[in-house]
């Protein structure tokens, strides 16, 4: 996806929405992508506890707030809370938010997908999806 936001904020986000949709493959690709493109193992590990972590910038926790409400529709009732777009809209450009948004709902179909074929993790080579993003 071509996008001004970082690759670890597209990462982080993917890697959130795949732990909450319990795929494994997902997991996996996204955990070693962040590991490959440079991000401490703390931050990786940390990703599942976010708001309960210090390693997070304010735009990235509210990415990932965003990933967990986009991703968990029927908890909330309502899609994603007013709060959760204030902080969005606070850190995120327009042409951001929407790459946010399609990310968000790409992942969680993928997910689905992955899940639905028992498509295991743990063979995942890093820059498996370069080709396809360029």
Same mark, same amino acid.
């Given at each position: 996806?071509?996008?001004?936001?970082?690759?670890?904020?597209?990462?982080?986000?993917?890697?959130?929405?795949?732990?909450?949709?319990?795929?494994?493959?997902?997991?996996?690709?996204?955990?070693?992508?962040?590991?490959?493109?440079?991000?401490?193992? &703390? +931050?990786?590990?940390?990703?599942?506890?976010?708001?309960? =972590?210090? @390693?997070?910038?304010? #735009?990235?926790?509210? $990415?990932?707030?965003?990933?967990?409400?986009?991703?968990?529709?029927?908890?909330?009732?309502?899609?994603?809370?007013?709060?959760?777009?204030?902080? &969005? +809209?606070?850190?995120?450009?327009?042409?951001?938010?929407? =790459?946010? @948004?399609?990310?968000? #709902?790409?992942?969680? $179909?993928?997910?689905?997908?992955?899940?639905?074929?028992?498509?295991?993790?743990?063979?995942?080579?890093?820059?498996?999806?370069?080709?396809?993003?360029?």
């Amino acid at each position: 996806m071509q996008s001004s936001l970082p690759k670890a904020t597209l990462e982080l986000v993917e890697l959130r929405a795949s732990q909450l949709n319990g795929c494994g493959y997902c997991v996996d690709a996204h955990t070693k992508e962040l590991a490959a493109a440079g991000e401490p193992a &703390v +931050r990786i590990n940390l990703v599942a506890a976010w708001r309960e =972590a210090t @390693v997070f910038t304010e #735009a990235e926790q509210a $990415a990932l707030a965003l990933a967990e409400e986009g991703t968990r529709l029927a908890d909330a009732h309502q899609g994603v809370s007013d709060e959760t777009w204030a902080q &969005v +809209r606070k850190h995120y450009d327009d042409d951001q938010i929407a =790459a946010l @948004v399609y990310l968000v #709902a790409m992942i969680n $179909a993928a997910n689905r997908l992955l899940v639905i074929t028992r498509t295991k993790g743990g063979s995942y080579e890093p820059g498996t999806f370069d080709s396809m993003a360029s």
